[in-house]
């Protein structure tokens, strides 16, 4: 029997961006909050600082920050007619663990989506016909648009110190910027990452080729900032240990930095570490939450109390709480019907990789969202008239650092070890690199999340099985980008080119992006969306998925924390302002 | 602290926990923890990491160091571009991985049913580190008895040990019940492991590997340098342990 504690106003599940976000949002309003989070406490100061912070087997491939799988995990498979198998080990994508979240160890890369990814559906039809989108892609429009979102999005950034040239303010095209960028009330919060040699190098040929590059709007930030919570971020070092490790320097945007010390503050706020969610609680109507299950570490069950519940548990991990939970009806791929897991996306990434000759790179000189980018081939910024497949994505040079562990490259037909390895290693390891694109993914049919018939984790109950593959117009529209980028970089006239675009299946061993999207789309209508505008479940009122990337109808080409942040924003404005007010369905 | 604090029965059983003790077995045991009022800042919840120690083997049996030595050289030889496996501490960077959580496949998901899959799917063998090279390197050595009249790999002559690798990467040497080609790919990604992870883990010593490729190791200032363009980045590498020449004048 779970013990029962003392009542609380609101219960976050899970204190990463978006929870400690709307945790801070509500405490602030006066509202008892309490957060309830998986792993253990982490800060700067006592968990990585510099020093040992820099330890690439630890972080980088032990993983030391990373959910444990042995806690929690789940299944995949490519097609609905193969047996799903656990993912034992996580590689392909890497979800967070901890006060923090995954927004401890991420990159940083902080974009906006574009306006036109908004209205996906209907901005597609309107250009191509309908019949320009396959029979089995499940895109729908998103049910808030870029304008009402913008003033969230510049909370966000503001919030996160987010360095960077704006490319459009208020209609206006800045040089220096992405041209192609949605209109923003204002510039940045901070100035333009330096760039490396790599960055520098792509830039130019990117710019000799009638492109536009723009520095990557960075959560490494650029010089001192003080944010609107008041909190102080450091300069970033380029120390080049940023994605998979915690940043020393309080230079990387995350809830630690930018967040917990203004939230930890607030009397009405606490947090129970080490404590994992089971299950959001439904009275016998099954509408309304009456709170949540958690166990703590020693196996010892707690019900928590609330009158609100949010989940922010990161997109992969919302999914399966809703589900367990009986929170609306699970998506039947057969049927076409239900809609909990239903329009699982990902992301599209693929790389050109080149050695130049004579030149000194050092690479390991690096921040996590460092680098200069194009955004002339994302979403339908290029005429998709002859092209078969729609979507795109950007292109650029991120070095996120040269770890040596895993970044070693060498020449093509290179042994794999011996003397002529070690060689070509040594010769090679300074005059590479890699220029990534960063695509869409749109959503399938037979691309989805439910619960697992066979693999359960150490609480008995059923892991979530993934279903995912690539599809043709995925695999196209990387071809294409790919291309693009080897024409580019060939202008470096590189000793060596190897493009290598992203081909199916899809294969859960080789990182990617953790940019899983979907799950618990928010949408007009219950019968294709979880959630409504503002991030509401349609079937329990007193329940919030508040900007989890699980809300997205489908993915684009960028990364999803800068569109997660502002959704956390836009919901918590809705709660502050029209859910406290009058408490039920705000649509 | 609020009045809403409540005692929670600590446990030191750890089931939840994504720590340190990943490396470091049993440093900290992390546990449920109600936090409020202030960033909590306590002793003992950061785990430095721990160097290791020389001295005797504590996974290896001594014919199976004796193997794993010889092998490490064969897949990083010395030469004119600096030392060897061996020298460079891989074998015993891998008997301390495999005698701690690494080896166990401590916080990998291990619960049955164990079913082939697709590659895609990742490894999906119930046999941790540990076991994998206790059972590979057993293989090698019947094998190699087998095939070269009764010797050990240590043995054989540089050209026999290469082509026994080759043979085994290959998957034209048959391994007795051990996947050759996969017990390959294991020894070689986690030897180059040891061979340019930080020297605190026992391989890389006197940082040799990230003296070959120009690696920095554990510096984190480079504001000066990011534009200098290039140019070579002149400091030597610096690892979590520091360097002789900073803490020892002649
Ligand atoms: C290696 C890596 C690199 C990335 N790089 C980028 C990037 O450059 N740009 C970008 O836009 N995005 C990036 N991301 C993605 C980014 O980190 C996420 O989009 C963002 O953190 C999502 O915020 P969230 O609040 O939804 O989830 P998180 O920040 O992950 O927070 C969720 C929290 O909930 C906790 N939790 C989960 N389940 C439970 C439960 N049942 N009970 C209690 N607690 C629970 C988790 O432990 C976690 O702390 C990266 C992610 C990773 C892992
Ligand atoms: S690269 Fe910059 S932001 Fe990233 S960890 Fe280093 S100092 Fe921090």
Redesign the pocket.
């Known amino acids: 029997m779970a013990r029962k504690l003392p009542r609380k106003d609101v219960v976050v599940?899970?204190?990463?961006?978006?929870?400690s976000i709307l945790s801070y949002e509500l405490a602030k309003q006066g509202l008892d909050v309490v957060a309830?989070?998986?792993?253990p406490w982490r800060d700067t100061a006592s968990d990585f600082p510099p020093g040992y912070g820099q330890d690439e087997l630890r972080y980088g491939v032990r993983l030391d920050m990373?959910?444990r799988p042995e806690q929690?995990t789940l299944t995949v498979r490519n097609k609905m007619s193969e047996t799903a198998l656990p993912v034992r080990k996580f590689a392909g994508?890497?979800?967070?663990?901890?006060?923090?979240?995954?927004?401890l160890?991420?990159?940083?890369?902080?974009?906006r989506f574009l306006p036109s990814d908004f209205n996906l559906r209907t901005h597609i039809t309107e250009r191509y016909g309908a019949s320009k989108i396959p029979e089995d892609m499940t895109i729908q429009d998103w049910p808030v648009t870029y304008d009402e979102l913008e003033p969230y999005y510049d909370r966000f950034e503001k919030l996160a110190g987010i360095s960077g040239k704006a490319g459009n303010l208020n209609g206006k095209i800045q040089p220096g910027g992405n041209p192609f960028e949605g209109w923003r009330s204002s510039e940045y919060p901070t100035p333009p990452l330096k760039q490396n040699y790599g960055s520098a190098l792509f830039a130019e040929a990117a710019k000799k080729m009638g492109y536009a590059p723009f520095p990557r709007p960075s959560?490494n930030i650029s010089e001192g900032y003080t944010n609107p919570l008041g909190v102080t971020m450091g300069q970033c070092t380029y120390c080049g240990f940023c994605?998979?490790f915690g940043c020393g320097n309080y230079s990387k945007s995350s809830?630690q930095v930018c967040v917990l010390p203004a939230l930890m503050r607030l009397p009405n706020f606490a947090v129970q570490t080490e404590?994992?969610?089971?299950r959001i609680n439904l009275d016998n109507t099954g509408k309304k939450a009456t709170g949540v299950t958690?166990v703590d570490t020693s196996g010892e069950e707690w019900e928590q109390p609330a009158d609100l519940v949010l989940v922010?548990?990161?997109?992969l991990?919302?999914v399966r709480?809703l589900l367990l939970s009986g929170i609306g009806a699970p998506y039947d791929p057969q049927s076409g019907k239900g809609v909990v897991g239903r329009n699982y996306a990902y992301q599209t990434t693929s790389g050109v990789s080149v050695i130049l000759k004579d030149k000194v790179l050092n690479n390991f000189i690096a921040t996590?969202?460092g680098g200069m980018m194009i955004d002339e081939f994302n979403g339908d910024n290029f005429d998709h008239k002859d092209l078969d497949f729609i979507g795109g994505g950007y292109i650029g040079s991120g070095q996120t650092g040269a770890r040596p562990i895993t970044t070693r490259p060498v020449p093509k037909g290179t042994p794999r070890w011996g003397s002529q390895w070690k060689k070509a290693t040594a010769e090679t390891y300074n005059r590479a690199y890699n220029i990534g694109t960063h695509g869409s993914s749109y959503s399938y049919r037979d691309c989805y999340l439910d619960l697992d018939p066979t693999y359960k984790d150490r609480l008995g109950r059923p892991l979530m099985r993934m279903t995912f593959d690539f599809h043709d117009n995925e695999i196209k529209m990387s071809q294409f980008l790919t291309d693009k980028t080897a024409e580019i970089m060939k202008t470096l006239d590189p000793v060596e080119l190897t493009a290598s675009p992203r081909k199916g299946p899809w294969n859960s061993t080789i990182y990617q992006?953790?940019?899983n999207t979907g799950g618990t789309v928010m949408g007009n209508d219950p019968k294709d969306s979880v959630v409504n505008r503002y991030c509401q479940s349609w079937d329990v009122s007193n329940v919030f998925v508040p900007?989890?990337?699980s809300v997205f109808p489908q993915n684009a080409g960028y990364?999803?924390?800068?569109t997660?942040g502002a959704l956390?924003y836009w919901t918590a404005d809705a709660i502050k302002n029209r859910y406290l007010k009058n408490p039920g369905p705000l649509v | 602290m609020t009045d809403r604090l409540r005692e929670v029965q600590l446990s030191r059983r750890s089931l939840l926990a994504s720590t340190a003790a990943l490396l470091v077995a049993g440093a900290t045991s992390a546990r449920a923890r109600t936090l409020s009022g202030a960033m909590p800042w306590e002793k003992g919840t950061a785990s430095p990491p721990v160097p290791v120690r020389p001295g005797p083997w504590q996974f290896f049996t001594a014919d199976e160091a004796a193997a794993v030595e010889a092998i490490v050289d064969r897949l990083i030889p010395a030469d004119d571009l600096g030392p060897g496996g061996k020298d460079a501490g891989c074998a015993v960077y891998l008997d301390r991985q495999l005698a701690g959580p690494y080896g166990r496949s401590e916080g990998l998901y291990m619960r049955p049913p164990f079913m082939n899959g697709t590659p895609g799917q990742g490894y999906q063998g119930a046999d941790a580190p540990a076991t994998r090279y206790r059972k590979g390197l057993a293989a090698i050595a019947d094998y190699v008895k087998a095939n070269f009249g009764g010797k050990v790999f240590r043995d054989l002559s540089p050209a026999e040990q290469d082509k026994v690798l080759t043979d085994i990467e290959k998957g034209t040497a048959k391994l007795k019940d051990v996947n050759g080609v996969s017990f390959f790919s294991l020894l070689l990604q986690t030897t180059q492991e040891g061979f340019f992870a930080d020297p605190i883990y026992g391989g890389n010593r006197d940082m040799a590997g990230w003296k070959l490729v120009g690696f920095p190791g554990a510096r984190y200032d480079f504001r000066d340098w990011v534009e200098r363009y290039n140019e070579k980045y002149p400091l030597p590498p610096v690892s979590i342990m520091g360097r002789a020449d900073w803490t020892v004048k002649d």
């Open positions: 599940v899970g204190l990463g961006w978006t929870g309830i989070e998986r792993g990373f959910l929690e994508f890497l979800p967070g663990n901890g006060v923090g979240g995954a927004g160890h991420w990159n940083g890369q902080t974009w959560g994605e998979r809830p404590s994992e969610v089971t958690y922010c548990a990161f997109s991990f919302n709480l996590g969202s992006t953790t940019h900007g989890g990337a990364n999803p924390t800068g997660v956390a």
